[in-house]
């Protein structure tokens, strides 16, 4: 199995890769860490007359702190989230949830941008980003915007992208305030196999233990990473595991559950209502020990 | 201009096992394809062809990458070390090779390449593993034959006699 031909760019700039997308728009597809990218040009499900590297584009590959919190590169490699003190201290989440993205070898190369514009369902990073409410940078020859993390994601491999335009940067809000917690769960048939469902929750409590901010991604069971409506009744409440799960429960019931040969519409929904109240427990917990 | 889409050559320089090499190539060729076909380097083996199973499993710039899911004209520049060099000039075998030749860790072999390739790059961050790292660290690798029990094993071989020449180094 071998890709189609195709032409090669490597640009060094971001503006010379905006560049030739804005020429060749729908027939150029922009290779990051190609983890996804190549094996479905090997198997020739996408057929690019154009391939755009940006590994060249140094841009595009840095970890920032500003004011504002932690700026992450698209083309930063997924094993740097495992690796780098900064991101640890800043969204211990995203170090939680690494090991669990692919394996070792593909998250050398593989990238954070180019997960979260691949959009699968069953990748933990879309869901990371939105329990984060971090705010994607996309830019194109015409314009730059800026998109919250809970409205870039269109369903099945679906973004609000355009062919034209590339996710530069993320942007994902800075040190967590006090008593902040951050919890992850996810099942998969075999260590870095795809998620069968997954969760991830961050959740504040205040001084009297009672909760302020609570946001709850399942994923890995509809067409993409879902934000619990549920968690709205946790709000000036104090968490006891009961009501966890029954959030967790309630959370499941609104996704539109996927079947495959892997597992069932049902089992998965079962299955991520366990996880969503284990990351939500373990929000609480690390917010109480905060 | 080039006669069809696709098959404009690019020249590129890689340093294999640390002699630099070159090709010229077209886009679609993957990294692994110039290793085993124009450099004759056959110890990478490519089961899959789409990521799943590791065999062509290869150190890029250091880190374990398949082969399978880079493009030659990407490597261009690198540093790629494959399972040929290991072992380096010596009449021995890297100490990885010999833990998995005691341990009888391979039996077919094929999936062997790029599980040592895996292993010595993991080993090099985490000379210390638990058993238990050690076969997630090995979750991208494939084997049918063996059952992995001998190939973890031998991993902690290898790791235990890492920190002891360490230690005595």
Redesign the interface.
């Known amino acids: 199995m071998r890709p189609a031909p195709f032409e090669y760019f490597a640009p060094r700039t971001v503006e010379d890769a905006l560049d030739l997308l804005a020429c060749h728009g729908g027939d150029a597809k922009l290779l990051a860490g190609g983890q996804s990218l190549v094996p479905m040009m090997n198997m020739r499900l996408v057929c690019p007359g154009l391939v755009v590297d940006l590994n060249r584009v140094a841009a595009l590959g840095g970890v920032r702190e500003d004011a504002r919190g932690l700026r992450l590169g698209a083309l930063v490699r997924q094993h740097a989230l495992e690796r780098d003190a900064r991101i640890a201290a800043a969204a211990p989440l995203l170090a939680e949830a690494a090991p669990f993205i692919g394996h070792l070898q593909t998250r050398a190369r593989g990238t954070v941008g180019g997960s979260l514009v691949h959009a699968d369902p069953a990748a933990e990073l879309p869901a990371c980003m939105i329990a984060l409410d971090a705010v994607f940078h996309l830019q194109s020859a015409r314009a730059q915007r800026a998109c919250r993390a809970q409205d870039f994601f269109r369903g099945l491999l679906a973004t609000v992208l355009e062919p034209d335009e590339l996710l530069a940067e993320i942007e994902v809000p800075g040190v967590p305030a006090p008593r902040t917690g951050h919890g992850f769960a996810e099942v998969a048939r075999r260590h870095g196999d795809f998620a069968l469902a997954g969760a991830c929750a961050v959740l504040a409590l205040d001084a009297a233990g009672v909760c302020r901010h609570a946001r709850l991604v399942i994923f890995g069971v509809g067409d993409g990473p879902h934000l619990a409506r549920a968690t709205a009744g946790l709000l000036g409440e104090r968490p006891s595991a009961a009501r966890l799960a029954e959030v967790g429960r309630a959370t499941a019931g609104e996704i539109d559950a996927r079947g495959d040969l892997h597992a069932t519409a049902e089992y998965r929904r079962r299955v991520a209502a366990g996880l969503a109240a284990r990351a939500l427990g373990r929000a609480a917990a690390r917010a109480e020990a905060a | 201009m080039?006669a069809?889409?696709?098959?404009?050559a690019?020249d590129i320089a890689v340093i294999v096992n640390g002699t630099e090499r070159r090709a010229r190539v077209?886009?679609?060729?993957?990294l692994a394809?110039v290793l085993r076909e124009e450099w004759g380097l056959t110890g990478t083996h490519l089961g899959c062809?789409?990521?799943?199973c590791?065999a062509c499993?290869v150190l890029?710039d250091g880190?374990?990458?398949?082969s399978?899911?880079?493009?030659a004209?990407?490597a261009d520049g690198c540093r790629v070390d494959t399972v040929e060099g290991l072992a380096g000039d010596g009449p021995g075998l890297h100490p990885l090779q010999e833990a998995f030749r005691a341990r009888h860790a391979l039996q077919c072999g094929f999936c062997t390449p790029g599980i040592l390739m895996?292993l010595v790059?993991?080993l090099r961050l985490h000379p210390a593993p638990s058993e238990t790292e050690v076969?997630?660290?090995l979750?991208?690798n494939l084997c049918r034959c063996t059952g992995y029990q001998h190939i973890v094993q031998a991993a902690l071989d290898a790791a235990a006699a890492g920190r002891a020449a360490a230690a005595s180094a």
């Not at chain 2, 062809?49 to 799943?52: C, D, I, P, S």
């Not at chain 2, 880190?63 to 398949?66: A, H, Q, S």
């Not at chain 2, 399978?68 to 493009?71: E, G, I, M, P």
């Open positions: 080039t069809r889409p696709g098959s404009t690019h077209i886009p679609r060729m993957l394809d062809e789409h990521g799943a590791g499993t890029v880190e374990p990458t398949r399978c899911l880079v493009f004209v990407q895996t790059a993991y076969r997630e660290a979750s991208g």
